[in-house]
């Protein structure tokens, strides 16, 4: 198993329609063979001192797949690449963090 945190910085103000696009793709990955969980998320308000400051302008994607070939088809599917041009002007930076559970 894999597990994925896409961190996508994006430009101010841009949030809301960045999300709107990605909603669009969410239901596509979710139908992707090796797909367990993908979904967007944002940062939260909490009392917790060990938190990070909150970012107004990152969603954080947070994904598990099955192996690292199924994340690798993911990548290059079909609806991966039409959804990237829609949102490149709202992306300013995107980060990822593989990871395997030991």
């Given amino acids: 198993?894999?597990?994925v945190l896409a961190t996508i910085e994006l430009a101010e103000g841009t949030r809301d329609r960045f999300l709107d696009e990605f909603s669009k793709?969410?239901?596509l990955v979710r139908n992707e063979t090796?797909?367990?969980e993908y979904g967007?998320?944002?940062?939260?308000v909490t009392d917790i001192s060990a938190q990070l400051p909150l970012r107004s302008n990152v969603v954080t994607v947070?994904?598990?797949?099955e192996s690292l070939?199924?994340?690798m088809a993911h990548l290059v599917a079909p609806h991966m690449q039409s959804y990237?041009?829609?949102?490149?002007?709202f992306v300013i930076r995107t980060q990822l963090q593989i990871?395997?559970?030991c």
């Fill in 69 to 71: 070939e199924t994340l």
């Fill in 40 to 44: 967007p998320t944002v940062d939260t």
């Fill in 25 to 27: 793709i969410v239901p």
């Fill in 99 to 101: 990871l395997e559970p």
């Fill in 84 to 89: 990237r041009p829609k949102v490149k002007d």
């Fill in 34 to 36: 090796g797909c367990i």
């Fill in 62 to 65: 947070v994904e598990k797949w």
């Fill in 1 to 3: 198993m894999i597990y």
